[in-house]
């Protein structure tokens, strides 16, 4: 019987748990609108009682331990969840502490965005990496630095909130109260209203129809650059410039292996590449230029699958370091990589 962990994604409009293997495969998967407004023993009793529902679907699991995500500010160390501000009435509250009683297993504790960048690194896009940038771009940016083979969290915890780099002068206040911050112009809540300024009700253009005549998301963007709207593409143009601009302070900040790049927006990858990948080679220097950007694999599973990882990596620091020397070495040794597979084939 293989080893699982019990794996939970706390958001502020939903709760998400899942029973994960140690290959990372999701074996059953639960939700429920969290009782976001209700305080922190009704979300604990949520996940208790979700809890309770995947192990009635199995049974006979072997269950090593529980990883959660959840929202920042958070202490991983101490396994206590600060004041995020999507959930009323959690003040440091002790979530490894009260778990860890009443299940008796160990639980690991990680903000939501490092949980989905272990994720993508262990499991998705960044499998073999030693080093990578998640960077998530929908309602908001938000992302994760796993640097030289570990989760960057700086002091408290805090590092990496990339969605509140400065990269303009101007343009919308931000909702942390700053002006320019990389999320206030690049993500999707940003794009979509840029379109709505762009167009007016009943003007007939193919945003508006897409939108019913309501204001335009991001989804519509993408959906109407597919169908070669010459707005559109603008719009996604101007988009996958932000997203350029930003990229580049990561790769100059934390040189990484590659940038991954997930959320909502994502969905429109294939449209934005060209655009930011024109950026950073115009405003990177020399040196970080050929760094791959590539979407996310894991899609909205990648929080969960990186919180059950918080349980099932244990033990195995810097294993994703030794894959990428192995990797090295199979490139240097083909003859021998071909003998095992063919021995197994
Ligand atoms: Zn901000």
């Known amino acids: 019987m293989t080893r699982l962990a019990l794996a939970f994604d706390l958001g502020g409009t939903e709760l998400r748990g899942a029973l994960v293997e140690s290959g990372g495969g999701v074996v059953a998967q639960v939700s429920a609108p969290t009782m976001a407004i209700a305080g922190s023993d009704a979300v604990i009793g949520q996940i208790i009682a979700l809890a309770g529902a995947l192990l009635t679907q199995r049974p006979q699991a072997d269950v090593a331990g529980i990883g959660i995500g959840a929202p920042g500010p958070l202490d991983p160390k101490a396994g206590i969840v600060i004041a995020p501000p999507t959930l009323a009435g959690w003040h440091d509250v002790p979530l490894i502490d009260i778990l860890g009683k009443h299940f008796g297993l160990p639980v690991r504790l990680e903000n939501d965005a490092n949980a989905a960048a272990l994720g993508e690194w262990r499991f998705g896009a960044g499998r073999g990496s030693g080093s990578l940038v998640f960077v998530t771009v929908s309602t908001g940016i938000g992302g994760g630095?796993?640097?030289?083979?570990?989760?960057?969290?700086?002091?408290?915890?805090?590092?990496?909130?990339?969605?509140?780099?400065?990269?303009?002068?101007?343009?919308?206040?931000?909702?942390?109260?700053?002006?320019?911050?990389?999320?206030?112009?690049?993500?999707?809540?940003?794009?979509?209203?840029?379109?709505?300024?762009?167009?007016?009700?009943?003007?007939?253009?193919?945003?508006?129809?897409?939108?019913?005549?309501?204001?335009?998301?991001?989804?519509?963007?993408?959906?109407?650059?597919?169908?070669?709207?010459?707005?559109?593409?603008?719009?996604?143009?101007?988009?996958?410039?932000?997203?350029?601009?930003?990229?580049?302070?990561?790769?100059?900040?934390?040189?990484?292996?590659?940038?991954?790049?997930?959320?909502?927006?994502?969905?429109?990858?294939?449209?934005?590449?060209?655009?930011?990948?024109?950026?950073?080679?115009?405003?990177?220097?020399?040196?970080?230029?050929?760094?791959?950007?590539?979407?996310?694999?894991?899609?909205?599973?990648?929080?969960?699958?990186?919180?059950?990882?918080?349980?099932?990596?244990?033990?195995?620091?810097?294993?994703?370091?030794?894959?990428?020397?192995?990797?090295?070495?199979?490139?240097?040794?083909?003859?021998?990589?071909?003998?095992?597979?063919?021995?197994?084939?």
């Open 145 to 345: 630095v796993v640097a030289d083979g570990h989760i960057y969290h700086g002091r408290r915890g805090l590092a990496a909130e990339i969605g509140h780099m400065t990269i303009t002068g101007e343009g919308d206040r931000c909702f942390c109260g700053a002006v320019g911050c990389f999320e206030a112009v690049a993500s999707g809540t940003a794009l979509g209203r840029r379109a709505t300024a762009l167009t007016t009700p009943g003007d007939g253009s193919l945003l508006r129809r897409l939108s019913a005549d309501g204001d335009v998301s991001a989804r519509h963007v993408v959906e109407a650059a597919r169908a070669d709207d010459i707005s559109a593409l603008e719009l996604i143009e101007a988009e996958a410039k932000w997203l350029g601009i930003g990229f580049t302070n990561l790769l100059h900040l934390y040189s990484p292996d590659l940038i991954v790049m997930g959320g909502g927006l994502a969905n429109g990858f294939d449209l934005l590449a060209p655009t930011i990948r024109a950026t950073v080679e115009q405003r990177a220097m020399p040196a970080y230029r050929d760094v791959p950007i590539v979407p996310a694999q894991l899609g909205d599973r990648a929080g969960l699958i990186g919180a059950a990882s918080l349980i099932l990596w244990e033990g195995e620091p810097g294993a994703p370091l030794a894959m990428a020397q192995d990797e090295d070495n199979k490139d240097g040794a083909t003859e021998c990589a071909g003998a095992r597979e063919t021995s197994h084939g």
